[in-house]
T-cell receptor, first 112, second 115 residues
Framework: GEDVEQSLFLSVREGDSSVINCTYTDSSSTYLYWYKQEPGAGLQLLTYIFSNMDMKQDQRLTVLLNKKDKHLSLRIADTQTGDSAIYFCAETLHTGGFKTIFGAGTRLFVKA | EAQVTQNPRYLITVTGKKLTVTCSQNMNHEYMSWYRQDPGLGLRQIYYSMNVEVTDKGDVPEGYKVSRKEKRNFPLILESPSPNQTSLYFC??????????????FGPGTRLTVL
């Protein structure tokens, strides 16, 4: 079946790196995404990676994809208090249609 | 301003009373989608639409209906709401198919409580 799993909480100190991990089960995913949700707001796309890539860097964000282990991670360098939010991992499946499956979200706490 | 709007933002209703949550986008996007967000479960896709008059079920379509009579609007209909449909609902749209680099733009959310 299709499933995306993430740990629910992560706490880091300001200035440290944060690493948020995600595992998925469906190998037919085409794109994998990281979204950020701030309190009371909708979701904002942070970055994405195509399933035939293994790494993507975008300023403070680094996405690593291990397709063999079906493992995706998001590293935030020099984490700031403004990075406190819920981060969702998501995959889009191309199986007769286009479905997007989200993880439960990882709540990142950044301590000053 | 490019945006996805949803109405109402908050709604408290009773079991069995039909309701519609509207969603509208002004970006001429082809792809639109509805999600519900529940604690510990993340977002689950209810229905999506790849174009006018083309809709398809997501992961949790039971108890919901949608329509796409025009490109900009994608209402979510609950014919007979039940308490297990109490949730936070998000509408989203993107230029093309969600299986691409096209960003999905999310609406602000509708918090629905069914008593």
């Amino acid at each position: 079946g299709e499933d995306v799993e993430q740990s629910l909480f992560l706490s880091v100190r300001e200035g440290d790196s944060s690493v948020i991990n995600c595992t998925y089960t469906d190998s037919s995913s085409t794109y994998l995404y990281w979204y950020k949700q701030e309190p009371g707001a909708g979701l904002q796309l942070l970055t994405y990676i195509f399933s035939n890539m293994d790494m993507k860097q975008d300023q403070r964000l680094t996405v690593l994809l291990n397709k063999k282990d079906k493992h995706l991670s998001l590293r935030i360098a020099d984490t700031q208090t403004g990075d406190s939010a819920i981060y969702f991992c998501a995959e889009t499946l191309h199986t007769g249609g286009f479905k997007t499956i989200f993880g439960a979200g990882t709540r990142l706490f950044v301590k000053a | 301003e490019a945006q996805v709007t949803q109405n109402p933002r908050y709604l408290i209703t009773v079991t069995g009373k039909k309701l519609t949550v509207t969603c509208s986008q002004n970006m001429n996007h082809e792809y639109m989608s509805w999600y519900r967000q529940d604690p510990g479960l993340g977002l689950r896709q209810i229905y999506y639409s790849m174009n006018v008059e083309v809709t398809d079920k997501g992961d949790v379509p039971e108890g919901y209906k949608v329509s796409r009579k025009e490109k900009r609007n994608f209402p979510l209909i609950l014919e007979s709401p039940s308490p297990n449909q109490t949730s936070l609902y998000f509408c989203a749209s993107s230029i093309g198919l969600a299986g691409s680099t096209d960003t999905q733009y999310f609406g602000p959310g509708t918090r629905l409580t069914v008593l």
